[in-house]
Structure formats: structure tokens, C-alpha cells
């Protein structure tokens, strides 16, 4: 079989593979050209650009951040909401993805209603699990670049509309100035109302960050964390805690100085030597030009990942998910068939 009949057949059978995705920003997953209806629609100023596929381009994290600030002023009725999870779902689903835990980033949404926000976002996830019989749930993110205090009362807004959808809470923004210390107390107050706690770490900001977000934050899996490798005992710590990584392959193209995925020494790859749990992610996939399942095949062809790489990904996915015991039990049983078919296939194309 040649190399691109080989890369085809790959992607295919990565596309197909039952996932979760636990690590999806909704605002990052805008399409360029339902960003630039809204923005008509709703009379909001874009950056400029001559085509759809020139508003998403940056090279580093701030200015990544600039674009996605701009484009989520333009989301402000319910059906904008709608609009934007629906297609978010819809995409997850036609790559394999069964069941999404995603972030939104609230508060970039400029007077807007958190009742408003959350109307729109909840009839998206309904009619998407109708339609694509996709299982989704919601981590709001707080902004590390605004003060304890307000993340306090970004909190005291999530609860109010809270149901059994949101199950969470994450810390996202320009983390490199940004130490997840300060957020301590209002971790501790989600941690006591029965949320879940994960947080950006280790992207952008120093091996120290990582360590803060599981000693002070007490969080339950990182996102990212690419810069762990800095500090070889918190490697080893992480290692035998188990603690879950969300990585995100072309994130780091954009986000971090690591712009080959195929280098020995890019740390997802190097994460996956360590024996850290790993696990693959698209963040914010039209924002990054990728999908769901072209980030899994770029973590077998561009991150040396084996097929047996590939099948943990996906069941560390499922054993750290924020789902009930049974429900994991469930799907263990439901996919695994498919999971050990799939990987099978993988295994001897290699």
C-alpha cells in the first residue's frame, strides 16, 4: 500500500473510532464563515480579512486570544448559541466523537445574559443529541486574566444556572503572566458545590503552574501541560498519580515555540515516552484548521503514536470523564468491540 493510500485508509478508521473529546472551547470552534454571518447579522466589527480562512491566523496565543475575543462579541441572541453549539456537536460527532465535555468562555460574550447564553447553548446540545445522538455536557472557563473577584462572581453566575449539564469548572486565558494561585479560594467553593475542577496549565506558563493547579486548585485532570517535561519529579509524580493530560497536537503549532509535530523532542511526544496518560483533543479545531480526527491522525503520523497509543487515548478518555460509574461501565462494554476492531486495522496498516 503507498504512503497516501495508507494516510487515507489511517484517517478513515481514525475518524470512524469512538471518542470523547474533553478538551473543546465552544467559541474556539466557530467556523470562519459562521462567524462572519453572525457578525453581519449582528452588527459587530471583525478583524479584517479577505476571506473566511484569512480571520483565523496568528501565531501566537495572545493573538490567537484577539480573534477569539472578536469573534465571541458577535454571538449574542439565544439562536447565535444555538447556532454555534449545534455546529460544534455536529462536527465532534462526524468524527467519532460520542460524548463532549466543552469549555465556554462566558464572560467573552460582552453583555450578554448568562440566562441568554445558557438558553441557546442547552436547545444546541438537545438538538444535537437528537440529530447525532451525541452526549455533551458544559465546563464554563474562567478567565485568568481578570481578578479572583470577579472570577467569584463569574462563579455566583454559573450556579445560578446550573443543572445536571454543567458539571465543572476550568481556568483558560493568557496563562504565562497569569499563576492559577489566586484562584484558590473560588476552586475550593466550585469544589464544595460539587463541581469538577480542571485548568489550562503548563501551555504557555511554567512547569510551576502545573504544580499549582494540583496542589492549590486540587484539579482532576490538566489541560495541556506540555511544559511538565521542564521538571523531571513532577514528571515522575504525574506519572504515578495517573493524572490525565488533555493535549491538543495542533494547538501547539499555534500556542508554543514547538512548530513540528514530527520533532523528537516536541512534548506530546515526549509525555507519551514518559509514560504520562495522555489523551488526543482538537481545542479549537476551526480555529487550528484541524478536526477531531485529524488530530488523531496527526498523533500516529506526525507523533510516532502506535495503535495501542491510540486505544489508551480513548479509554482514558472514558475512565476520565466526569460521568457515573455505570455510565463508564457502559461504554467499555458498548465500544470496546469496536475500539480493539478499530485499532486492530490500525495495528496492520503499520
Given at each position: 500500500?503507498?504512503?497516501?493510500?495508507?494516510?487515507d485508509?489511517r484517517?478513515?478508521?481514525?475518524?470512524?473510532?469512538?471518542?470523547?473529546e474533553?478538551h473543546?472551547?465552544l467559541?474556539?470552534?466557530?467556523?470562519?464563515?459562521?462567524?462572519?454571518?453572525?457578525a453581519?447579522?449582528?452588527?459587530?466589527?471583525?478583524?479584517?480579512?479577505?476571506?473566511?480562512?484569512?480571520?483565523?491566523?496568528?501565531?501566537?496565543?495572545?493573538?490567537?486570544?484577539a480573534?477569539?475575543?472578536?469573534?465571541?462579541?458577535?454571538?449574542?441572541?439565544?439562536?447565535?448559541?444555538?447556532?454555534i453549539?449545534?455546529?460544534?456537536?455536529?462536527?465532534?460527532?462526524?468524527?467519532?466523537?460520542?460524548y463532549?465535555?466543552?469549555?465556554?468562555?462566558?464572560g467573552?460574550?460582552?453583555?450578554?445574559?448568562?440566562?441568554?447564553?445558557?438558553?441557546?447553548?442547552?436547545?444546541?446540545?438537545?438538538?444535537?443529541?437528537?440529530?447525532?445522538q451525541?452526549?455533551?455536557?458544559m465546563?464554563?472557563?474562567?478567565?485568568?486574566?481578570?481578578?479572583?473577584?470577579?472570577?467569584?462572581?463569574?462563579?455566583?453566575?454559573?450556579?445560578?444556572?446550573?443543572?445536571?449539564?454543567?458539571?465543572?469548572?476550568?481556568?483558560?486565558?493568557?496563562?504565562?503572566?497569569?499563576?492559577?494561585?489566586?484562584?484558590?479560594?473560588?476552586?475550593?467553593?466550585?469544589?464544595?458545590?460539587?463541581?469538577?475542577?480542571?485548568?489550562?496549565?503548563?501551555?504557555?506558563?511554567p512547569?510551576?503552574?502545573?504544580?499549582?493547579?494540583?496542589?492549590?486548585?486540587?484539579?482532576?485532570?490538566?489541560?495541556?501541560?506540555?511544559?511538565?517535561?521542564e521538571?523531571?519529579?513532577?514528571?515522575?509524580?504525574?506519572?504515578?498519580?495517573?493524572?490525565l493530560?488533555?493535549?491538543?497536537?495542533?494547538?501547539?503549532?499555534?500556542?508554543?515555540?514547538?512548530?513540528?509535530?514530527?520533532?523528537?523532542?516536541?512534548?506530546?511526544?515526549?509525555?507519551?515516552?514518559?509514560?504520562?496518560?495522555?489523551?488526543?483533543?482538537?481545542?479549537?479545531?476551526?480555529?487550528?484548521?484541524?478536526?477531531?480526527?485529524?488530530?488523531?491522525?496527526?498523533?500516529?503520523?506526525?507523533?510516532?503514536?502506535?495503535?495501542?497509543?491510540?486505544?489508551?487515548?480513548?479509554?482514558?478518555?472514558?475512565?476520565?470523564?466526569?460521568?457515573?460509574?455505570?455510565?463508564?461501565?457502559?461504554?467499555?462494554?458498548?465500544?470496546?468491540?469496536?475500539?480493539?476492531?478499530?485499532?486492530?486495522?490500525?495495528?496492520?496498516?503499520?
Open positions: 500500500m503507498s504512503e497516501t493510500n495508507a494516510t485508509a484517517a478513515a478508521l481514525l475518524k470512524a473510532l469512538p471518542k470523547i474533553l473543546l472551547h467559541e474556539g470552534s466557530i467556523q470562519p464563515e459562521t462567524a462572519l454571518a453572525l453581519r447579522k449582528n452588527n459587530v466589527t471583525l478583524p479584517p480579512c479577505e476571506s473566511p480562512a484569512e480571520l483565523y491566523a496568528y501565531e501566537t496565543l495572545d493573538a490567537f486570544l480573534v477569539y475575543d472578536a469573534i465571541a462579541a458577535s454571538v449574542i441572541d439565544a439562536a447565535d448559541f444555538h447556532r453549539t449545534y455546529e460544534m456537536l455536529e462536527s465532534a460527532a462526524g468524527n467519532g466523537a460520542r463532549v465535555e466543552f469549555f465556554m468562555s462566558l467573552a460574550h460582552k453583555n450578554v445574559p448568562f440566562e441568554r447564553q445558557f438558553e441557546g447553548i442547552r436547545a444546541g446540545m438537545r438538538d444535537a443529541a437528537r440529530d447525532f451525541i452526549q455533551s455536557a465546563v464554563p472557563g474562567i478567565n485568568r486574566e481578570e481578578t479572583p473577584a470577579q472570577a467569584e462572581a463569574y462563579l455566583d453566575r454559573v450556579l445560578a444556572n446550573r443543572g445536571d449539564d454543567l458539571i465543572g469548572i476550568g481556568l483558560d486565558y493568557f496563562e504565562a503572566p497569569h499563576p492559577p494561585e489566586p484562584f484558590a479560594a473560588v476552586y475550593a467553593r466550585a469544589k464544595r458545590e460539587g463541581l469538577h475542577l480542571t485548568a489550562h496549565a503548563g501551555e504557555a506558563g512547569a510551576p503552574f502545573i504544580t499549582g493547579v494540583l496542589d492549590v486548585l486540587g484539579v482532576e485532570r490538566i489541560d495541556h501541560g506540555y511544559n511538565i517535561m521538571d523531571p519529579a513532577l514528571v515522575e509524580r504525574c506519572r504515578n498519580l495517573g493524572v493530560f488533555t493535549c491538543c497536537p495542533s494547538t501547539t503549532l499555534y500556542t508554543t515555540p514547538h512548530k513540528d509535530l514530527s520533532a523528537p523532542d516536541h512534548p506530546i511526544r515526549r509525555m507519551r515516552e514518559a509514560g504520562l496518560t495522555i489523551c488526543i483533543n482538537s481545542d479549537d479545531p476551526p480555529m487550528f484548521l484541524t478536526d477531531l480526527g485529524n488530530e488523531y491522525l496527526n498523533a500516529m503520523e506526525q507523533l510516532g503514536f502506535s495503535a495501542e497509543d491510540i486505544s489508551r487515548s480513548v479509554y482514558a478518555t472514558i475512565d476520565n470523564a466526569w460521568v457515573d460509574a455505570s455510565t463508564r461501565a457502559r461504554w467499555r462494554s458498548e465500544w470496546g468491540p469496536e475500539i480493539e476492531r478499530i485499532t486492530a486495522a490500525l495495528a496492520a496498516l503499520d
